[in-house]
């Protein structure tokens, strides 16, 4: 299947800070990709959908002045977590669209695990 | 009516022994749909689409019904690997992914 990337794979900052996470396609080109949020036992939830060269997308009650992201090429989308409080600690998972064999298909990064101190 | 459920569990069933579970979605005009399967502390990972047809991919037999509007998931001979959540996922017309929040399986030794 199709390879998707994240970085970094955890990371630790501090509260008011500003965290960056790429999430890449590495073997195909994905014109959209999504991030999602990932509670303790809880299920994936979507905040918003990155379309390559224009303006993503994001769900309600998903606050775009604190989640910042930006899909500048084919193969690359970042998610920049602005002035971190301890609430947004959370699983951030990426995924990207590919074309399968029946339609399309999600292929998911292997998430960013946020602790904000 | 949420728009996809899924019973949490867990399931436990020993090993060897043969699981299903289902997936209900409440919106008719859903296009596709997958079964995910989550380890623990990981990225979910496709296990397989479901088709139309229904589908079998070794001890893996997805189906899909329309009609009632619920897809399944059956795993046959199951293995102690097979310990994970399966998240049930919807594609809706407007390229829409939901997911459901997973049911959690456990095989006992």
């Known amino acids: 299947g199709a390879v998707v990337s994240q970085h970094p794979s955890w990371v630790i900052c501090k509260s008011g800070t500003s965290v960056k996470i790429e999430c890449r396609s590495l073997?195909?080109?994905?014109?959209?990709m999504f991030w999602y949020r990932q509670f303790p036992k809880q299920s994936l939830m979507l905040m918003a959908t990155?379309?390559?060269?224009?303006?993503?997308?994001?769900e309600q009650g998903v606050e775009k002045d604190k989640f910042l992201i930006n899909h500048a090429s084919l193969t690359l989308s970042t998610l920049t977590v602005t002035s971190a409080h301890p609430e947004d600690s959370s699983f951030y998972i990426c995924?990207?669209?590919?074309?399968?064999?029946?339609?399309?298909?999600?292929?998911f990064g292997p998430g960013t695990r946020l602790t904000v101190t | 009516r949420k728009e996809v459920e899924q019973d949490p569990g867990p399931f436990n069933v020993p090993e060897g022994a043969t699981v299903a579970f289902n997936c209900t979605y409440s919106?008719?005009?859903?296009?596709?749909f997958f079964w995910y399967r989550q380890d623990c502390r990981k990225e979910p990972k496709l296990l397989m689409s479901v088709y139309s047809s229904g589908n079998e991919d070794g001890r893996f037999t997805a189906q899909l019904n329309r009609a009632s509007q619920y897809i399944s998931l059956l795993i046959r001979d199951s293995k102690l690997s097979d310990s994970a959540t399966y998240l049930c996922?919807?594609?809706?017309?407007?390229?829409?992914?939901?997911f459901g929040k997973g049911t959690r399986l456990h095989i006992l030794p």
């Open positions: 073997d195909f080109q994905a014109t959209t």
């Open positions: 919106n008719s005009a859903s296009q596709s």
């Open positions: 990155s379309n390559e060269g224009s303006k993503a997308t994001y």
């Open positions: 996922v919807v594609n809706h017309r407007d390229d829409k992914i939901i």
């Open positions: 995924s990207a669209r590919a074309q399968g064999k029946d339609g399309y298909e999600q292929y």
